[in-house]
């Protein structure tokens, strides 16, 4: 636990602080996991008291702080780590304000839950303005950039006023339970260890599926789009941990230098292979639930009749490299689909031969599950109990449930992960530059390439898995995908 650290947050009345940031910290308070001396410089434009914004922020907290740790007296403690300052983000002289809070004896962490356009601001104004020392430390949100140049100049501007060992970029996936876990799986478990190539692996599959739409922001999405929003940084990180060699250690270099060989080693996807490798997909009317739900184009906030923005992603992509070759790993995101699930599949290669007179060879799966349910499934082949059939076989599942497992009444949220790491100086489950530049040189291949080609966006309904398109991926190779 680091003493004296100031934890300064830049869109402190924005959703994410009110749904993620806020609770998480409330969270940590309640176990004891925050020093007493850490105080929480909450900014934001309006001109409030902090008296007036805790009594803002306090019911929408409630809503999102798991009720049976919500009490008044956790929260009047917690309401004392706060002061609110108003201030205009973009204006240098709004900083002075700040300058006069901040203490150079103690560590300030510089949160900005801002949209990307204020982070050059944003450093400027900091670096100009007294406010910042040797041991200040910066946290990014997602996007740094919107293709590859723009993530340069983002980072080359960030590191104008911040050492790389200073720079926090949040995957929040990262952060989450299950995907640390994978780490654990893969590199502290031998008989995984050993079958984690293409000597026994088929393929990978990488699921995450929302079921929400766009929510209201329409016009933020309709720039961005699935492939920016959701592969570019959530996908990469899950295909670079599962197709990562073992680290030498634990530490944040270790583990991104790493994940950047794989990215390096990801195919480009080009004007050649997209039709064959790759898939857009928007949503169209559909149900949810037993709700008739608008498509997309039928959104709040819309302003066109027609848009090329996928909402949906399928892509066969692959690791050439030593352990990999031969092995696709195909990965699919989208909103509105038919059920909110995130899961990695790991297919190993059926055995060469079945001895076994009835059944089928069912090959092996490895199904980690980050959400809902979290846990890890292996689908075994075992014997039908029975007297009629002697050898039969069936498909059973060793299951590994986490939160049931764990003796803990919830699985903590990735942003009381990544506080604690930021707040400790800790960066492995943080992204790096290089990281986030490999990246977006991929994705921007990707996107050359459908335009280049293109290609129809497919459309769907919305409560589906997508359109039929994407079943084709990967039913083309004999495979489908697991539901
Ligand atoms: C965010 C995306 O990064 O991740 C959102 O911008 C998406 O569009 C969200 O809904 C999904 O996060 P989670 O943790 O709910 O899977």
Not at 89 to 111: G, M, W
Not at 204 to 215: F, P, R, Y
């Amino acid at each position: 636990m680091n003493k004296n650290t100031d934890l300064v947050l830049f869109g402190a009345k924005g959703d994410l602080s009110a749904r993620k940031l806020f609770p998480a910290l409330y969270h940590l308070h309640y176990c004891g996991l925050l020093d007493n001396e850490l105080r929480i410089v909450a900014l934001a434009r309006e001109d409030l008291t902090t008296e007036a914004f805790l009594e803002e922020i306090k019911p929408k907290m409630a809503s999102y702080v798991n009720s049976k740790r919500w009490t008044e007296k956790h929260w009047d403690s917690f309401a004392k780590r706060f002061l609110y300052l108003s201030m205009n983000f973009a204006e240098a002289d709004s900083y002075a304000s700040l300058a006069d809070v901040l203490d150079e004896q103690r560590t300030s962490i510089f949160y900005l839950a801002t949209p990307p356009q204020l982070f050059d601001n944003i450093c400027e104004h900091l670096g100009n303005s007294g406010c910042l020392t040797k041991s200040s430390r910066i946290v990014l949100e997602k996007p740094i950039g919107h293709d590859l140049q723009s993530c340069i100049e983002v980072n080359q501007t960030v590191a104008n006023y911040f050492q790389e060992e200073n720079i926090y970029r949040i995957d929040h996936y990262l952060g989450k339970e299950t995907v640390q876990n994978l780490l654990v799986l893969r590199f502290a478990n031998r008989f995984i260890n050993t079958q984690w190539d293409q000597s026994s692996i088929d393929h990978v599959q990488i699921t995450v599926a929302e079921t929400v739409g766009i929510e209201g922001r329409w016009s933020y999405y309709d720039k961005v789009g699935q492939l920016r929003d959701m592969v570019q940084n959530h996908l990469m990180q899950l295909l670079c941990l599962v197709a990562m060699e073992p680290p030498n250690s634990m530490t944040a270099d270790g583990i991104r230098d790493e994940k950047v060989k794989i990215l390096r080693a990801l195919r480009t996807i080009d004007s050649s292979s997209v039709a064959e490798h790759a898939v857009r997909g928007q949503y169209s009317d559909g149900w949810y639930r037993g709700q008739a739900v608008p498509g997309y184009l039928g959104e709040e906030g819309c302003e066109h009749t027609r848009s090329d923005t996928e909402t949906f992603v399928a892509i066969k992509a692959h690791v050439d490299n030593w352990r990999w070759a031969g092995v696709p790993f195909y990965l699919r995101t989208g909103k509105r689909m038919h059920e909110k699930i995130t899961e990695i599949v790991i297919t190993f290669k059926s055995l060469p031969h079945n001895i076994f007179s009835s059944g089928e060879n069912i090959p092996n799966r490895l199904v980690i599950r980050l959400q809902p349910n979290e846990g890890i499934e292996m689908q075994m082949s075992s014997k039908l109990h029975s007297l009629k059939d002697k050898m039969a076989l069936v498909k059973q599942n060793l299951n590994l449930d986490f939160l049931g497992t764990s003796g803990n009444d919830r699985i903590p949220d990735a942003y009381e992960r990544l506080f604690l790491d930021a707040i400790k100086g800790d960066q492995s489950l943080f992204v790096g530059r290089e990281e986030v530049e490999e990246s977006w040189r991929w994705c921007d291949a990707l996107i050359k390439a459908w335009n280049e080609q293109a290609l129809e966006v497919k459309s769907y309904h919305a409560g589906s898995w997508g359109p039929t398109k994407a079943d084709l991926l990967i039913e083309r190779d004999g495979r489908s995908w697991h539901e």
